[in-house]
């Protein structure tokens, strides 16, 4: 078949669609925006499957959910954070179980390069306890996301693949195989998939009686390679994703690789595990995001007699990436000559506010507006305007998680600040934004929310917004919020003075306003005229 | 055979367009490769680099090693400088003479050219002003592709003919500037 360039998101898309796809949703969001922009692309070229974004990540489990109910094979996509979003969904789905196969994707971002933290979404497959993948490369992320359909059939529950930025976001050439077609529509188990307690005790005792199958399946897949070495028993390596590509990458001329491990499926095979632990006498564990294989390795008391070197041991950083030269340290391998480091001192270049920017105009009238009070705070959301944080602007003070501007607003209020501010892009507010406006509206809480209407989830590249335009008006009016105290601003300079006194306006009446700066992002106007 | 790239620029200027036009010759020339790329927050006016891994074999890591690159290719002067520990003894840095000014304390331009010359082989070309010869300043990036061509692993067609794909949807007059912009990339380094 056939040779094709993709993202590591890509390959995964590409592999579901193979695998007889019918319906993927999402959220934007960085590192997993791709894999949904690709099935967008493909879905219409050939219109064979549904692909949408979603609201947000919690609708987009659900939308997937209700496709598998139905028989049919389906895929949700996020970053790491997307997943706690839709972490209710996703917890319970474990105990109602999939119907047509079900595929969740997580995409984590170790060393946080666009995110708030670090979390390894390893972790949520345990918790849920469900079957999972993580790919090392490209054709294994092809490969392993149509395999995993099969699997979440067989198990009959969702199936997790776990990636991380660098395989995300790199690119290489994929060999692609004959795809499979659609399943049939084929709805059925309405016990099983309602969870009332009576219901819910049965499901859940059959999740438990399943674990011991998915480590059995683990230790068979060949996705996991296990190979001793019967010369040398001084060190194992454990590797998982692109972890193991590092420890090849470091052992690259060396006549004779350590034993080693390479793990690519969760529940962890135990049994493979156990064999190379017992062959050496020390286990290096090399795996990007929290120190979850090494952790369940040593447990409270470690392992009696064997060494467990990883990032609890000090080995590697505790946070951060992974590296080639990292791991290449970790092997007690010298570093490479190189050419030493510029000695000239190096500004850094901060990701910024595009020139022009409506953004930009919003926080310098937001500044003005603000600069007779003392003590109030801006609550700022997730999108580009959580750059406002940083000089010039120094404009918001927090940035949370996706919708908590307008709830903590409304949290500070409560406790008597004032004034208490929230900014929140449009797609944001849409996101998560509503509910708490809802609850505010009730109360007549005194804040002010300003929805910065730029038209588009311009972070991550300009997905669509549903919420936008005369739609947003009407959605905040819907709410509740007072028609006089809906305001309509345009951030452009030649309007500063006008929007400053809108700002102060609305920030003195004691209650709830919410006012929409509507300009179009300039990235997306540009992209409108080439 | 193998050739360890840091592609390096700030995020606008075709740092990603580079990647495509060496990725895809790759793929016609039947290398392996990898190439490892920043998407999101870093593309907005901040340091936006890329690593490209072109091998006859297999590739490990998608990363490059500090000590394996065995070239820089940066369309903005001090971008290239950020990355020279990657570079191996011998390497070589191809980049631009221009600078891309979007933050207060960029350092003198002179000092900046002079730590560039440091490295153990360079070509410095105006990619500016033969980017505006060649039709649009929006071309630097081929310009900076057309500079290194001579040192890459990449068949002079194969480089050709992508940028020809790569271009050829955008209207002839596009297509003319950036396959200009790629020949006098090419002059330029034999003079530099």
Redesign the interface.
Known sequence: MS?Q?LLGDEAIALGAVHAGLSAGYSYPG??A??IMEYLIRLAGETKAFTAVWSVNEKVAYEEALGASFAGKRALVSFKHVGLNVAADPFMNSAVTGANGGLLVVSADDPGM??SQNEQDSRYYVQFAQIFAYEPSDHQEAYDMAREAFDVSERFGLPVLMRLVT??A?????VEIREPRGPNELRTGAAKDWTLLPVNARRRFALLLDRQPEMVRFSEESPFNVLKLNASDRSLGVIASG?GY??F???M?GEAALPSFLKVSTYPLPEGLIRKLVGHVDAVLVVEDGYPFIERQLKGFFGIAGKTVLGKLSGVFPVTGEL???NV?RALGRD????????????????????VGCSHADTFKALNKALENYSGSNVFSDIG?YT?GALPPYNAVQTGVCMGASVSMARGASDVGLHPAVSVIGDSTFAHSGITPLLGAAHADTNMTVIVLDNATTA???GQPSYGTGERLLRIIEGVGVPKEHIRTIEPLPKNHEKNIQVIKEEIEHRGLSVIVAVRECVQEQRKKRS | MKQDIILAGVGGQGILSIAYVIDNAALAEGLFFKQAEVHGMARRGGAVQSHMRLSNDAIWSDLIPKGEADMILSVEPLEALRYFEYLRPGGIVVTSSTPYRNIPDYPDIDRVLEAVRKAPRCVVVDSEKLAREAGTVRAQNIVLLGAAAASLILKDASLLLTIDALFRGRGATVLEANLKAYELGKKAALGA
Do not use: F, W
């Not at chain 1, 976001?169 to 050439?173: V, Y």
């Open positions: 040779r360039i960085t590192p925006s791709e390069h666009s660098r395989l976001h790199s690119r290489s050439p692109v590509n590092y090849r990458e470091a690259k590296s080639p030269d290449r570093p490479l000559p190189a050419v030493a480091a510029s000695v000239l001192p190096l500004s850094g270049r901060p990701p910024q506010l595009c580009c750059l972070m991550t590249g």
